[in-house]
């Protein structure tokens, strides 16, 4: 009776255990706002051409799909992301932009903002049609995505356990899904972005399945 008694109280500490775990280390990555501009290699912009998810600021928009299924869409509130990034996995999506002119073999910065933040985590600088794979801006400022003025540079392709594995950008003359402001065509090709984020997961999960394993190791142990 003592025994089973010892054996439900550890269950139950156990559990508690996890929950705290999970409740301290568990944090959903969430990708709220995407900018991209022309720039140099380095990541110092261009005099135009700016895209962005904020919807109403004048910029024209970036939207996002994966599949059938897009993220954002208008020109207001429904133009900002609010996508959920807490699986762990890979995450594929396409971005489309109307294009004013032939961008080939421009250079392109990318800024990417989790959970609200107004200063971006991940920053990087590809080649359009290129297939290079992005590396990390080395100008320190980089275009801000709701204002020209600049950003500090986060240096990084990685924000908490969300890392960019790939980022391509093409210039597509025959796609013609998107408008300055709207999911609609505009008699011109877009610019094209395919990328994918792989989210590993975090420590405290690693350490919580150790912990739940060696318990139920000891809980045999005992059992024999």
Request: no cysteine; aromatic share 14%.
């Amino acid at each position: 009776m003592k025994k089973s008694y010892l054996f439900a109280l550890a269950r139950v500490s156990l559990a508690s255990t996890l929950l705290a775990g999970v409740t301290a280390t568990s944090h959903a990555a969430v990708l709220t706002g995407v900018g991209f501009y022309l720039s140099d290699a380095a990541g110092n912009a261009q005099p135009a051409g700016v895209w962005n998810t904020v919807g109403g600021d004048g910029n024209w928009n970036s939207y996002f799909r994966r599949g059938p299924v897009w993220f954002n869409s208008g020109d207001g509130a429904s133009t900002s992301l609010n996508i959920d990034m807490s699986a762990p996995g890979e995450y594929f999506f396409e971005v489309f932009q109307d294009s004013f002119a032939n961008h080939t073999s421009s250079y392109y910065t990318t800024t990417f903002y989790f959970d609200g933040a107004n200063q971006p985590q991940i920053a990087l600088v590809n080649r359009v049609s290129s297939g290079a794979n992005p590396t990390i801006p080395t100008a320190n400022t980089l275009l801000g995505m709701t204002s020209f003025s600049g950003v500090a540079n986060p240096f990084s392709l990685t924000y908490q356990n969300v890392t960019v594995t790939n980022h391509n950008s093409y210039q597509l003359a025959g796609t013609d899904f998107v408008s300055p402001f709207a999911i609609a065509p505009s008699g011109s090709g877009d610019l094209y972005g395919a990328m994918t984020f792989a989210v590993v997961p975090e420590p405290g999960t690693f350490a919580l399945v150790g912990l739940g394993m060696a318990f139920a190791a000891r809980r045999k142990r005992a059992r024999r």
